[in-house]
């Protein structure tokens, strides 16, 4: 009990001493959720698919094309001066790919009944796909009354500025019911399976989820820093003259960062649920995975302690260690646009175990069942860094560093 | 004369001492290189994904069947003439027909659930009736959110589908209106006329041109430039923390100036600042056979950003009494640059993010980075940047400079 | 003068020091001596009056000056991670040294402080002594004309403390100017011919040992050491306060300290004034008048308050 009470008081000087330091509040909650804030307004939600458009202001063929273009699925559409700045923004993906308007499009459609658009479709093979896909649908979108329109000028011998009239009569929505009758009346629905992440979940959801298991952990790994400054200093050889022991001093330390991260983890919840309507999903199963992901945050940075030799350097590592390992694992860039072998990679960081459960979470309803598996994993994690960090601080407290 | 040889004095041993330590390495070469490298892996933009869309015939017309085998057809590669591209495409886009089977509908989403499918196109019955003979009839997209980009390419393929039947019941219906005659009356010829019709709007691919944005070379640069705020505003710190350990009194004691102090201070992080982004620079293009771009429009930006975080750093450090202030002040203001100058977001900024990255020396830097590296830079966007950099630096660093002096000289 | 703020740190303080002499500034912590050796040497710019060394006016941005100035801080203003050779050749480039000079020099500086054979170890590494005399050596090695040491020898273990003040001694004997400060009577006395003796920012006096102490009127100090409560021994202090020949009397602790000018006579008296008071002297001890009695007498504090 005397020990449990030692290690108490450790943990309360070790928690006020680091919200007292305002570098780490900048961390623990600012940066964070300045990130989600930035980062789920510019990407959240549906993905959106970049477009470029080259066309002239106010004609037809623009205009239509326009309006094809914004039926089109989440695409957002970018007007560029000229076919070269296009190119340069598909070069820089600003864009994934654009299509040009020629300037007399309208010119050459009264003359000859068809004008030719030019796409720049991306180099990367998928992107070119969906590109094609997507111009593909919309241009053959806004063509329709426009065929029909030269198709019926050319059989009818009527000029074609009346049969684009008629076209356009047919087609807008007076005329789309003498048109359905004849044919060509199809109507395209769309639906999504599951409660998936469209089945309105937050635009915030992914990357909350993300920033908390990214942000945690580096919180968690700052500790070795402050562990390496107590070994120099000598408080923790002081500490094992005393009757508490460094056994208790470590689990005081530990405990007061298991604290740090339970807090910003709870405001990062908190600030989250509240500010941007991400649900967290079943409570259990979200406690468990936060406790056990800290839990590995702290084995983490007691083992970088442990390790380091020199506090400058420790500090300045701990956050690249903590972004590489945290973007590794999924919590800077989606999983699903790593590559084949960094998707494998991903596998051997907590973070991948525990983005991997938040979503299951979020975004499927899941409870404590489905990501037992995930915790298992996390709690091994767990187990290797604070056994590693033992044995690594007892040689070290022994050839007295 | 002489306070310039003190000044490279001074500067000589901050670079002793920081190199000495190694915090220094890290700060400006391992960690931007492992964070450049991580993401160039990472975003690397050729996932090996094959999207598989579900054809569903539950109409089973002669409409809806041909339509079946025409896509089923479809090998994702027609795209254009002469399409580059074309060869590589043929393995990304494939469709394959599912057997409606008793479940109809449900079989079909679970087919997409259990990803069999990525996505699927159900020709709903009536379909061919509604093609062909009026009435309504439906085309259902099923898309799992997850797979976005097949849930894109199977909405425009439904597009496609559904305008070039709207195209010949258009064409019929405007050429019986014109020609007066009245509805109802079927003409299969007239049909097969307007099926064949040309369309009126064709597309023509152009090459994209240039060079693409690297990830690696895009990120070097970012994570370069975020770790630049911690290796130069250390220039202005190290003046707080050799007060604090007296050993700025007794330089001052010398008959060196407090100018060649702050000179030297200066350069050296200057030094490690441009040497660390050299490093990058070498090593990403290596690395990932990612140029960043024309050698000498590099290194001018290389050294114009240098100078402009140098300012911005000093400056905020000069605002700080204690070394620590100083140390929270630099994370504080490092991360809300590079939030707002993108360095944390991809290559694709939001129009918002775009427009507040013009505030910051960061999103100055990376722009004219990324646009040489993609084959997009003008020699008059980089001479832009490059004097808004410069100017930045001094505005800053001038500022700064005068509040350090103020420390040192009482 | 210097002000910080609205406090004012020195003023009216004025003296000099002659080529070759080693001249002694004394006073308790607080009094004034950091600031003033700021601005000598030209750290600190002074609000009024002015610092001349050889003929040179010093200003904080003036070169000249400062070169023929040597300062050794009074905390150790070392950078942990180089070495003492490191430190000389740096300093020696930023008084302007170069190549062959410096290296000799170096080796002379390192050999008059003994650092000679871990002259290549980080300062970090040294022993506080060892620390101290770095110190020095970087204020010694562009051969100064003064060289101004603030309490060299705080927290200096006994043994280094000799070395020091042996090799300030060698120093001041071979024609450098020395201004010394301390708070330790018997280092200025040991080493300096002259002192002035400062207190509250001001100059109280400055002289010989032989003037300071005759000024005071060639008190001697008599020191008992009683067991005993303490008012109980305030009680007799009073007393003795009255005693025919005592100038004055006060207790530090278990110690009563009178001054005296005449101790063949008051020795005896004092002695039965404890009788009388019921006070058992453990010890008693007569000293000549010192430097230590000097600051008594003026401030009626003693130095190390």
């Keep these: ?60 063929v623009t205009e239509r094309l326009l309006a094809a273009l914004a039926d089109g699925e989440g695409v957002r559409v970018h007007r560029y001066r000229d076919l070269e700045s296009m190119r340069k923004a598909v070069r820089r993906f600003t864009v994934v790919g654009g299509v040009v308007v020629p300037v007399d499009a309208d010119g050459e459609l009264a003359a000859s009944g068809a004008t030719v658009l030019s796409i720049v479709v991306p180099r990367t093979s998928e992107q070119a796909v969906t590109v094609r896909r997507v111009l593909d649908g919309a241009v053959r979108d806004a063509a329709a009354p426009l065929t029909a329109a030269a198709f019926a000028a050319e059989r009818t011998g009527t000029p074609i500025e009346m049969a684009s009239a008629t076209a356009e009569f047919l087609d807008g929505p007076d005329g789309a019911e003498a048109a359905a009758a004849l044919g060509g009346g199809i109507d395209v629905h769309t639906e999504a399976i599951g409660t998936g992440r469209s089945a309105g979940e937050s635009r915030f959801s992914q990357t909350a989820t993300q920033n908390l298991v990214l942000f945690t952990f580096i919180t968690a790994l700052t500790s070795a820093t402050l562990l390496v400054r107590a070994r120099r200093t000598g408080i923790l050889r002081r500490a094992s003259a005393t009757p508490a022991g460094v056994g208790t001093l470590l689990c005081g330390m530990a405990g007061g960062w298991f604290a740090l991260c339970l ?13 941007f309507g991400v649900r967290w999903g079943d409570p259990l199963a979200a406690a468990l995975l936060v406790v056990v992901f800290d839990i590995v945050g702290v084995g983490a940075g007691l083992l970088v302690g442990a390790a380091g030799a020199n506090e400058d350097r420790v500090g300045a590592l701990t956050p690249v260690i903590g972004i590489v390992a945290g973007s590794l694992g999924g919590c800077t860039v989606p ?30 309803r899941a409870g404590v069942n489905e990501i037992v598996k995930n915790l298992v994993v996390l709690a091994g994690f767990g187990a290797v860094f604070v056994l590693a960090a033992s044995v690594g601080m007892r040689r070290v407290l022994q050839s007295g560093r | 004369m002489a306070q310039l040889s003190r000044t490279l004095v001074i500067c000589a041993l901050d670079l002793r001492r920081r190199v000495r330590n190694r915090s220094a390495v890290i700060t400006t070469v391992v960690g931007p290189l492992a964070m450049a490298i991580v993401f160039g892996l990472l975003v690397s933009g050729t996932s090996e994904l094959t999207v598989r869309i579900g054809v569903v015939d539950l109409d089973r017309s002669a409409a809806s069947m041909s339509l079946v085998s025409s896509l089923l057809a479809d090998d994702g590669s027609e795209a254009a003439d002469g399409d580059p591209g074309g060869a590589a495409a043929q393995q990304v886009l494939q469709f394959v027909e599912l057997d409606p089977g008793g479940a109809a509908l449900d079989g079909v989403r679970n087919a997409v659930a259990d990803g069999t499918v990525d996505a699927a196109l159900v020709l709903e019955a009536g379909f061919g009736a509604a093609a062909t003979a009026g009435g309504s009839g439906s085309l259902v997209v099923v898309q799992d959110p997850e797979q976005v980009v097949s849930g894109q390419i199977a909405a425009s393929v439904a597009q496609s589908v559904a305008a070039g039947y709207r195209q010949v019941g258009l064409s019929v219906a405007t050429v019986m209106a014109l020609a007066g005659t009245g509805s109802g009356a079927f003409d299969e ?19 994209v041109g240039g060079r693409d944005l690297s990830a690696a070379a895009f990120y070097g640069a970012g994570m370069s430039i975020l770790f630049l705020f911690f290796t130069v505003g250390f220039a202005a710190r190290s003046v707080l923390a050799e007060r604090e350990a007296g050993t700025l009194d007794r330089v001052l004691a010398t008959p060196t100036t407090a100018g060649a102090v702050i000179a030297g201070k200066t350069l050296s992080v200057g030094v490690l600042g441009v040497a660390g982004f050299v490093v990058v620079w070498l090593v990403t293009s290596v690395l990932f056979d990612a140029p960043w771009g024309d050698p000498i429009a590099v290194s001018v930006l290389i050294v114009s950003t240098v100078f402009a975080i140098a300012g911005v750093a000093t400056f905020v450090a000069s605002l700080a009494r204690t070394e620590r202030q100083a140390d929270a002040a630099t994370a504080a203001v490092t991360f809300l640059l590079a939030l707002l100058g993108g360095n944390f977001v991809g290559p694709n900024q939001p129009p918002l993010l775009r427009r507040l990255s013009v505030l910051t020396p960061n999103g100055w830097s990376l722009r004219a980075f990324a646009d040489l590296n993609a084959d997009a830079a003008t020699l008059s966007s980089i001479a832009t940047a490059v004097s808004v950099l410069l100017v930045m630096g001094a505005v800053f660093g001038s500022i700064g400079v005068r509040r350090v002096r103020s420390v040192m000289v009482r | 003068m210097r002000r910080f703020g609205g406090r004012v740190a020195v003023a009216g303080l004025s003296f000099h020091i002659d080529r070759g002499e080693t001249y002694g500034l004394l006073g308790p912590n607080g009094s004034g001596k950091t600031t003033t050796i700021s601005m000598i040497a030209g750290i600190l710019r002074p609000d009024a009056g002015s610092v001349t060394i050889a003929g040179v006016p010093v200003d904080a941005r003036s070169g000249r000056a400062k070169a023929l100035i040597g300062l050794v801080p009074q905390d150790i203003a070392l950078y942990e991670d180089l070495s003492a050779r490191e430190h000389l050749r740096f300093f020696g480039r930023l008084q302007g040294m170069r190549g062959a000079e410096l290296e000799r020099r170096t080796a002379e500086v390192l050999d008059i402080v003994g650092l000679a054979e871990r002259s290549r170890d980080r300062v970090g590494e040294y022993s506080g002594g060892m620390k101290r005399r770095a110190n020095i050596a970087v204020g010694l090695l562009h051969r100064p004309q003064l060289l101004i040491l603030d ?51 001001t100059m109280l006096a400055e002289g010989t040992r032989r003037e300071l102490v005759s000024g005071i009127g060639e008190h001697d100090l008599v020191t008992l050491t009683f067991n005993a409560e303490a008012g109980a021994i305030d009680e007799f202090v009073a007393r003795c306060g009255g005693l025919a020949g005592v100038s004055s009397a006060r207790r530090r602790d278990g110690v009563v300290e009178v001054l005296t000018d005449a101790p063949d006579v008051v020795l005896p008296a004092v002695i039965g004034a404890a009788g009388g008071a019921g006070l058992a002297v453990s010890s008693v001890a007569v000293r000549e008048p010192d430097l230590e009695s000097v600051f008594l007498h003026l401030t009626g504090r003693a130095l190390r308050d």
């Excluded at chain 1, 590559?339 to 499927?364: E, G, I, N, S």
């Excluded at chain 2, 010829?189 to 090459?207: K, N």
């Excluded at chain 3, 010394?180 to 400062?198: D, F, N, S």
Aim: with cysteine.
């Design chain 1, 1 to 60: 009990m005397k020990r449990l009470l030692a290690v108490q008081a450790f943990t309360a000087v070790v928690l006020r001493q680091l919200l007292r330091d305002r570098t780490a509040l900048i961390f623990i909650v600012a940066l964070p959720v300045a990130i989600m804030i930035i980062i789920g307004t510019t990407f959240g939600g549906q993905q959106r698919l970049d477009l470029g458009v080259v066309a002239p202001e106010g004609r037809a």
């Design chain 2, 189 to 207: 010829a007239l049909i097969d006329a307007a099926g064949a019709q040309s369309p009126a709007l064709s597309v023509q691919e152009v090459p």
């Design chain 1, 263 to 275: 807090v910003q983890s709870v405001v990062l919840i908190v600030v989250g649920a509240v500010g």
């Design chain 1, 335 to 364: 999983m699903q646009f790593f590559p084949a072998a960094m998707q494998r990679v991903a596998r051997l960081t907590p973070h991948y175990w525990a983005v991997d459960a938040w979503d299951a979470l979020v975004f499927d």
């Design chain 3, 151 to 201: 309490e060299p020898t705080v927290g200096v273990d006994p043994q280094s403390r000799n070395q020091i003040l042996a090799s300030i001694e060698t120093l001041g004997g071979e024609g450098l100017s020395v201004l010394y400060t301390t708070h330790y009577m018997g280092e200025a006395e040991r080493l300096c011919r002259r002192v002035g003796i400062i207190d509250g920012g």
